[in-house]
């Protein structure tokens, strides 16, 4: 169902309003960018371009494959359900003429809207039915033709993240094993909130090894948080990374070293992390995960350098195409040591679910910010 995006060019708006363009985007990369801004919206572009540029052209863009989009906007309707029926008589329509759909989907859940994908072989036939039939395509969006059009990228959240977008079959059913869960469980919600199960009770946890093995489901959904300290400025938390358990001796000697203060130990997908709730400086947390790849673990230096932070899971996994949890987060304990310095009020009010314990000298806001991330392996 997914294209190959090695033609397409990705357009990014950031929560700030502003926008991202990137051409020839490959999947790990469009996963490392949505990590890295964490976009308000994410699109596709409908065409594919053998070169494309957005702005100061020194060559003119070239056009590879053209394709056709029915673009149908819910907020043109009076509710879903009349949304819904003025898109299958528009598919209807499409079945009845031999237009080639390739794709379709919903773009969110809130308020309804259709965009429907055409094959290059029937562009220019569907461009002579929009102008033969305006009475029947009034309600789709008239850009459509435009050479620069974009699509909403599925799966991905739509505006404010209290919406998605999703594959459909011909019906407008959502296709769940291709796009965004349309109902997480509860107990997922939950995992993040203090009531996830402790690692010693987990039968099949998949541990760091599994996880570098490829025994994580092929497209699955996670919480997690950043070890940026929210409302200060260059202050983060060290997030250390093992794919295997690590010591408490490991541990203790780099509390020494670096006086980290307390150590607070999960399991989760990708193995283990040990979360320091202390602050340091960037050039500070570099430092020390440097000294940890001294052994061979570079897991959280890597992921800073091409992050500018380090994400800290907080949740158990949802397998998207069967909906069914996967219990891969648990606590595992606290290692402590008392350590002068400023602390993370953030991550301190997540850390106290687990372990209730008062810090001196806090910064930052109130609570930490928490997001979903679809990790697709395909």
Sequence with gaps: MQQDLKFNFIKMQHNDGYWLTYPKVSRERLHRLIQKHNPKNIYLSVN????????????????????????????????????????????????????????????????????????????RKF?????????????????????????????????????????????????QSLGMPQEVPKDFEADDKGTAESSSDIPHKITGMEASEGKLPANYLVRYTSNSVYGTKGMYVPVLKFKSKPSRKCLSRLQGAYNLGDLYLFACHIGYMAIAPKTVQYGRLMKLYRRIGLNGNWLSYNELTKFYQNFIYISNIIDI?????????????????????????????????????????????AKVKTFKSIFMMG
């Design 48 to 123: 594919k371009f053998i070169r494309y540029k957005e702005h100061n052209k020194s060559y003119p863009n070239i056009l590879l494959e053209r394709y056709g989009l029915c673009d149908i906007d819910g907020q043109n309707f009076e509710g879903m359900d009349d949304c819904k029926n003025y898109f299958i008589s528009i598919k209807d329509f499409f079945l009845a003429n031999e237009i080639c759909v390739l794709e379709i989907v919903q773009t969110n859940n809130t308020v309804g809207g259709f965009q429907i994908l055409i094959k290059p072989c029937c562009f």
């Design 127 to 175: 461009n002579i039915l929009v102008k033969k039939y305006p009475e029947i395509f009034d309600k789709i969006d008239e850009r459509v033709f435009d050479l620069k059009r974009v699509r909403r990228f599925c799966p991905s959240y739509n505006g404010n993240k209290s919406s998605n977008s999703f594959f459909v079959d011909a019906q407008g059913n959502p296709i």
């Design 321 to 365: 195409e069967s909906m069914e949890k996967i219990n891969t987060f648990g606590f595992e304990g606290v290692l402590e040591e008392n350590s002068p310095g400023h602390y993370s009020r953030p991550h301190i009010a997540w850390l106290q679910k687990y372990f209730k314990k008062e810090y001196p000298d806090m910064a930052g806001a």
